[in-house]
């Protein structure tokens, strides 16, 4: 039975990068990195966010055409509300595969230096620029550190989900975290 693993957590925490090698050890498996598929939309610098909301029935598309292939989706993808992860899971039931959901957590102000590291040393993927310079709008830090605080209440709301342990820099055993999560 084919599977979407739903990688969440806070910006910054690595899910990118645990998705680049979660596919790498595991052929055939499509990362739907909606931060990449982002950059697709014209103008996607300019409001991050509307680019989010025009790819993310495309990235549904290709998650279920994926999927119905029978093949595993792995989606790094921050999600908070619960009505959004629905629409994934939902997608995953119509092509009668699991969804399995690894929340990926560091303490909350590790979160935030992770996030601020990235900013400041990451120039190969676009988009991190655009979503510092968007979460220093919606408030820098604090808004960081009220997204880290929504993901931990909405741990508890979600009984599938499991909380991974990501470590600044052990993205070696972050990964097999992860991989026996999913045993």
Same mark, same amino acid.
């Given at each position: ?19 680049? @090698? ?71 039931? @119509? ?18 230096? @992770? ?31 009220? @997204? ?36």
């Amino acid at each position: 039975m084919a599977c979407l693993l739903h990688l969440n957590g806070p910006p910054g925490i690595g899910k990118s990068t645990i998705a680049r @090698r979660y596919v790498a050890q595991h052929p055939g498996v499509l990362n739907c990195d909606i931060d990449v598929l982002r950059t697709l939309i014209g103008g996607w610098s300019q409001d991050f966010q509307l680019a989010g909301s025009l790819i993310r029935p495309a990235a549904l598309g290709m998650i279920e055409g994926y999927l119905t292939s029978g093949r595993d989706v792995v989606l790094p993808q921050l999600l908070i509300d619960p009505a959004e992860i629905a629409l994934f899971e939902a997608a995953a039931r @119509r092509c009668n595969a699991r969804f399995i959901e690894r929340i990926l957590m560091d303490d909350r102000e590790s979160s935030v230096a @992770r996030f601020n590291r990235r900013a400041e040393a990451d120039t190969h993927a676009p988009w991190h620029a655009t979503v510092h310079a968007l979460v220093a709008a919606q408030g820098g830090d604090d808004a960081l550190r009220e @997204r880290h605080a929504a993901l931990q209440s909405l741990t508890g709301t979600r009984p599938g989900a499991v909380v991974i342990q990501s470590t600044a820099g052990a993205v070696e055993a972050t990964y097999d975290l992860l991989v026996a999560s999913l045993v």
